[in-house]
């Protein structure tokens, strides 16, 4: 029986996504085989589909890098059981072969939309606040914070005992962060401790202007755009700050701390302390229409695809 997936049939617009069937595979040693029940959208898959990755090429790509379901073939101890997996592609599928290194379980008590939307954007989260060292009763000023990742940086830096700020200038996404417990928001001349940014583009550098002395800044992503090649000199000119900026990717992580990390923050959802934030859920053959949602900039927290 063929298998389901999306592809990429030519780098550019979401109509480049297209629904064709691939042949099924068998996991190998130390594999789970996945049926797919959720998969996030991010905008990885967007670069992928635009080809802004060197040495890709299109055909036959399936995108998707995080995928929650049921293990039905593989190593033993997995099977029948729910897991969340971080992968390097095909997640727009009905299955998918995961190493055993990058899952974890999820609890009975959330859903698998809700377990693929904390996913990689609470990762992200969770080690850009540990690179940035948040502690307790600091500013912390969450750039994108309406986005994926933004809506879980607010939520874990409160956790963490922090005074949270949120960069947004959309009375809608204003409104539903206060939902999730942010209070404060951005006035364009505070000063913080920490900024955690997602966003990035041109306009980094006036950020980096509202650090106090011994400010952390960490860059996780780049919805906005890449910064100006010249972008860090601030930081060079404020020498007498002692500023500091940092990048965070996933990759630079193990699969043990990501997976470790993966399992305490699903007991945070299943314990409330954190919500899971879903913008819209689409079914897989849409997956042209969840490109255009999360491209339109109107998205509040997670898209993710149901097979």
């Not at 992968?87 to 698998?112: F, H, N, W």
Request: proline share 4%; glycine share 10%; aromatic share 6%.
């Amino acid at each position: 029986m063929s298998v389901k997936v999306i592809s990429i049939k030519a780098f550019g617009s979401p109509e480049e996504l297209s629904v064709t069937t691939v042949e099924p595979v068998r996991a190998g040693a130390g594999q789970v085989l996945i049926a797919v029940e959720a998969c996030g959208v991010g905008l990885v898959d967007v670069f992928f589909r635009k080809g802004l990755f060197p040495g890709l090429s299109p055909i036959g790509f399936v995108p998707g890098v995080e995928v929650s379901g049921t293990v039905i073939d593989g190593a033993a101890e997995w099977i029948g059981k729910r897991v969340f997996a971080k992968v390097d592609k095909g997640g727009y599928a009905e299955q998918l072969i995961a190493d055993v290194t990058s899952i974890a379980e999820i609890p009975a008590a959330l859903s698998s939309e809700a377990a693929v939307a904390l996913g990689i954007n609470a990762l992200v989260a969770h080690f850009s606040l540990l690179q940035g060292r948040c502690g307790k009763e600091e500013q912390v000023l969450v750039r994108g914070a309406g986005g994926g990742i933004g809506t879980m940086t607010a939520q874990l830096a409160k956790l963490r005992g922090a005074q949270v700020t949120a960069s947004t200038t959309s009375p809608e996404k204003r409104s539903m962060l206060s939902a999730l417990g942010v209070r404060q928001f951005d006035n364009g001349y505070e000063e913080y401790d920490v900024i955690i940014d997602s966003v990035a583009g041109n306009d980094v550098t006036s950020f980096f202007n509202r650090l106090k002395p011994n400010g952390r800044y960490v860059l996780n992503g780049v919805a906005g755009g890449f910064p100006l090649p010249d972008f860090a000199m601030p930081l060079v000119t404020s020498l007498q700050k002692s500023l500091a900026i940092s990048f965070l990717s996933l990759n630079s992580v193990a699969d043990s701390q990501l997976m470790t990390a993966m399992t305490d923050i699903f007991t945070l959802a299943v314990q409330g302390k954190i919500t899971s934030v879903i913008d819209k859920v689409y079914l897989l053959e849409e997956a042209v229409s969840a490109h255009k949602r999360l491209e339109s900039g109107k998205v509040f927290g997670k898209v993710v695809l149901k097979v």
